[in-house]
């Protein structure tokens, strides 16, 4: 999809309409009403002023138009932003700090988890505050292919998140990756992408429902000290991190290309997002982290943004965690088939269990057997059969070397059978019902038996 950014594309000559129109063509934009496309309008060209202004300034980011530039920035917090304030809760995080020792260490110069193969392509949370899910999966993504080599996209729809964690956080309306750590490692293995897909992205939060046997999850989390980019650095050394940084300002609404080093970039913590690696932008000089990002790949740097080391830019190293032990979930054993339904009509399959009234009868020479009720002259034969049988109750066999008689469902009268053959056994069977079958018995006639 094409970026339009002010100075790579010209406009037309209707100046700013044409400019949004562009935009909107671009982005397959509607809108419902002539109100709300003139609101979006004014919007827009706010932004294409700030977006003009800012890369005018030469400073070490720029700005540029996508898929939100039709909101303003406190539209734009409401909807992508989390409701709820990220911060730890002291009494609920399992704070398990990094030893001094461990970042104490030599660590390489630069490190990218996405050239390294432990990043899932970026994904678009839409509008729903649901960065938190986002955070979560593509820190255990990342640590699952790191330690099986096995890159999986998970599903954030499920946690199954949005839909079904409910460990202190609320799906499109925020939560913590704390959190969500905690609850998978409770025994809430998450599914894959490909089998509960994301659908949240209308702002709406459906219905948790169990789409799979959870299949990766983790045994704990570690929470990296707050404001400690050194430890924060050691941390992405070993894999993505998830962290919470202030998100709501233009600076990442119309955030475009390199690295952000902005006085007006908080620590108001309100977006949830995964250091993939950090590095040295060779064009400034400048030390910086390497973020995915959930608003798709048609913003900033094909979804990613960078953000200068070293000022806790954003409010980066204030709350960042990671999942420990990250493993592919044993799979939950299929349930044991049940016995059959319990017969409740003559005539039924042996296996369900016969009558009170009945026994168990197979007629020599023919496969399959049936729950059959004596009769004679004076005792007429149950006229209550299984659902959809057709076949009529008759008492038409007898019992080798005694008088007795028992009833059997006849699904091929004498005169539906020619020359010991059944003349229409696709009939015939129908009569019998769906688990049953009819088969020629000596007496002349078809009648209708459960295989063994």
């Known amino acids: 999809m094409l970026s339009l950014c002010t100075g790579a594309f010209a406009w037309s000559g209707d100046g700013l309409i044409g400019g949004f129109n562009a935009w909107k063509a671009a982005h397959g934009k509607s809108y419902g009403s002539t109100d709300a496309e003139a609101s979006a309008l004014a919007a827009w060209s706010s932004n294409d002023a700030i977006i003009r202004s800012h890369n005018a300034k030469n400073l070490s980011w720029t700005l540029g138009h996508n898929e939100w530039s039709d909101m303003t920035w406190e539209q734009f917090s ?10 730890r809760n002291p009494k609920n995080a399992r704070r398990v700090h990094l030893k001094d020792t461990e970042h104490a260490l030599a660590l390489p110069k630069a490190v990218d988890w ?3 193969g432990a990043v899932t392509p970026v994904k678009n949370q839409r509008h729903c505050g649901s960065c938190w899910a986002f955070s979560t999966t593509g820190a255990v993504e990342g640590g699952l292919a790191i330690a099986t080599g096995k890159l999986v996209s998970l599903s954030e729809e499920e946690l199954e998140l949005v839909q079904c964690d409910t460990n202190g956080d609320h799906g499109c309306k925020g939560g913590l990756m704390d959190n969500a750590f905690e609850w998978i490692a409770e025994g809430n293995p998450l599914c894959t992408e490909s089998t509960y897909p994301y659908t949240s992205g209308a702002g709406l939060t459906g219905t948790c429902k169990k789409a799979c046997n959870g299949e990766v999850s983790l ?7 707050s404001g400690d980019e050194d430890a924060l650095r050691a941390a992405v050394a070993k894999q993505p991190v998830s962290v919470a940084i202030e998100a709501d300002k233009s600076a990442f609404q119309l955030y475009q290309s390199g690295v952000i080093d902005s006085a007006s970039c908080g620590k108001e913590l309100d977006h949830g997002v995964l250091v993939v690696g950090y590095g040295t932008d060779t064009a400034t000089g400048k030390d910086y982290w390497k973020i995915k990002n959930s608003w798709g790949g048609t913003w ?6 960078r953000v200068v080391q070293g000022k806790n830019m954003c409010g980066i190293s204030s709350q960042a965690s990671y999942p420990k032990g990250v493993h592919m979930a044993a799979p939950t054993p299929p349930t044991p088939p049940g016995p059959p339904p319990k017969t409740t009509t003559h005539y039924g399959d042996p296996k369900a269990g016969c009558l009170s009234d009945e026994i168990e009868v197979q007629v020599q020479g023919l496969g399959g057997d049936f729950c059959s009720s004596a009769c004679s002259l004076f005792k007429p034969c149950p006229t209550d059969v299984p659902s959809s049988v057709t076949a009529k109750p008759m008492c038409a066999l007898k019992e080798a070397g005694t008088l007795k008689e028992y009833c059997a469902l006849v699904c091929a009268p004498a005169e539906d059978v020619v020359d010991g053959q059944i003349r229409d056994q696709k009939k015939a069977d129908g009569a019998c019902g769906a688990s049953a079958s009819c088969k020629m018995a000596g007496a002349g006639v078809g009648i209708c038996t459960y295989d063994d």
């Open 78 to 87: 409401t909807t992508v932003m989390s409701e709820l304030f990220l911060n």
């Open 114 to 116: 996405v050239k390294q």
């Open 219 to 225: 045994t704990s989390h570690k929470d990296v000290p």
């Open 300 to 305: 900033g740097e094909e979804g990613f943004v």
